[in-house]
């Protein structure tokens, strides 16, 4: 019963590593076509425009930012997804290094 437990758990946790690997290529992709932002300064300016359709926050960028309050509610406001992400894979620590573990998949381009 215990090993049918620890199989069913780690089945869960590959999931959840395998959806948080699509957001952040989805989120990598629209990078390339200016329709994603990253870093607390550009992702809070998306926010004011309307402009985000999935926010994406690493659990240790919550921890870290205080400001963040704010920024989630701005993004629910104007009906946006908020994903928050474990990083426990190396597409996400990835995220959580280069991109500050802070970005926005956008509705549209803002610059």
Do not use: W
């Amino acid at each position: 019963m215990q090993e049918l437990l620890q199989k069913a758990e780690q089945t869960l946790q590959n999931a959840q590593i395998t959806q948080e690997n699509q957001i952040i290529e989805r989120f990598m992709k629209n990078l390339r076509d200016d329709t994603a932002v990253y870093g607390i300064d550009e992702t809070k300016i998306a926010a004011e425009y309307g402009a985000i359709d999935t926010l994406l926050l690493s659990k240790k960028a919550v921890k870290k930012h205080n400001e963040l309050q704010t920024l989630e509610e701005q993004v629910t406001e104007y009906n946006g997804d908020i994903q928050y992400l474990e990083c426990a894979s190396e597409k996400g620590s990835q995220f959580n290094t280069v991109f500050t573990g802070i970005g926005a998949i956008l509705r549209y381009p803002i610059n």
